[in-house]
């Protein structure tokens, strides 16, 4: 089977997906890759494909536009894939409309769908919702990253197909490493991501300030601009700025509990890293989020910041962690999000 992934969005965890389910199709089928570099695309992306890939470099930017639908679409006609896989929302809504009126199968993954976004009106929402129907000119399988996604494409576009792939995370650096390597008489509160309005830092600074007498120390890793995070600044938060996922790991590992302020999320990374890290979950109840703590049996969801600081009030766990759930816990997290789950999973979607 000829494969072909289209992806203007290069980073993060959209990256993270395409190579995951490229290396995981390349020992059975001949895949390809068109992509776009942007700002935040790694210098080295070449590198971090297989060598058995074949690259395409397009510009897919919105200054681009729209010319790189022909430039995509010339691309497309000299592969003559069977499946196309579109990523994120540029990277699907020029796909789709490249591959218009030819013969193979699309799938897209909007990796968080652009109008679950919170920190938009109405005109915005109305605009992403029209963008997203212009694109389904071509017939295309949405594949939402989770149930909340899910509903959400569901709801706005009332006709099209979607199905459920849960992301996966790469566990493996988890595996055989002590979950209680460290004992502190100050608890750590620990946040992952970049200081911007999807993560709520607002919000986290705010519990931060509330909770300062209760001895906590409040630790956000991640960047942003500086006025973002001199919010957390003035409240106490230490921020560590950018760290190799070795870094990430170690601060998870010494940490006592994960705090996520989010207001909307696809299917956070961050999120199953520190629960696969053994670390009690206390997450905002906001898309996302709900999906991995599902009837408070990974952690507990909150839904103001009152009810945050009360349960920080009542943390009271033995040197920060909750040990007698950690096995449960892992076994269930190492499970639902294995790479194997997801491949077999992509896989069954692209042959059904």
């Known amino acids: 089977m000829k494969i072909l992934h289209i992806v203007e969005s290069t980073a993060t965890g959209t990256l993270s997906m395409v190579l995951m389910a490229v290396q995981a199709q390349v020992s059975k089928h001949e895949v390809s890759v068109i992509y776009s570099k942007r700002r935040d695309t790694p210098k080295n992306i070449k590198n971090l494909f297989p060598d058995n890939v074949h690259l395409f470099e397009v510009s897919m930017g919105a200054k681009s536009f729209p010319g790189s639908i022909f430039r995509v679409r010339k691309t497309i006609t000299k592969l003559s894939p069977d499946i196309i896989h579109c990523h994120s929302s540029f990277g699907g809504f020029v796909g789709r409309l490249s591959s218009l009126f030819l013969?193979?199968?699309?799938?897209?993954?909007?990796?968080?769908?652009?109008?679950?976004?919170?920190?938009?009106?109405?005109?915005?929402f109305l605009l992403f919702s029209l963008f997203e129907r212009v694109g389904c000119l071509k017939k295309a399988t949405y594949i939402a990253c989770s149930e909340s996604e899910k509903k959400a494409i569901s709801d706005v576009l009332k006709n099209v197909s979607v199905v459920l792939l849960e992301n996966a995370v790469d566990l493996s650096d988890f595996v055989n490493r002590p979950n209680y390597s460290f004992i502190s008489d100050t608890k750590r509160i620990v946040s992952v991501g970049g200081v911007r309005k999807q993560k709520g830092f607002e919000e986290f600074a705010d519990i931060a300030i509330k909770c300062s007498s209760l001895g906590y120390k409040f630790i956000w890793v991640g960047d942003g601009d500086e006025k973002s995070k001199k919010c957390l600044e003035n409240a106490g938060v230490e921020i560590t700025g950018w760290k190799s996922r070795e870094e990430v790991i170690n601060i998870l590992q010494t940490s006592d509990l994960y705090l996520s302020t989010s207001l909307w999320e696809g299917m956070p990374v961050?999120?199953?890293?520190?629960?696969?890290?053994?670390?009690?979950?206390?997450?905002?109840?906001?898309?996302?989020?709900?999906?991995?703590v599902i009837n408070n049996s990974l952690g507990h969801l909150f839904s103001s910041t009152d009810e945050a600081i009360s349960y920080l009030n009542d943390f009271s766990v033995v040197n920060g962690r909750e040990k007698e759930l950690v096995p449960s816990i892992n076994m269930e997290i190492f499970n639902r999000f294995s790479i194997e789950r997801f491949s077999l999973g992509l896989e069954d979607i692209y042959r059904s």
């Open 103 to 124: 013969r193979c199968k699309v799938f897209y993954s909007p990796h968080c769908i652009s109008f679950m976004r919170k920190d938009i009106g109405i005109v915005k």
């Open 270 to 292: 961050s999120v199953i890293e520190a629960c696969a890290a053994g670390l009690p979950l206390l997450l905002r109840n906001c898309p996302g989020n709900c999906d991995i």
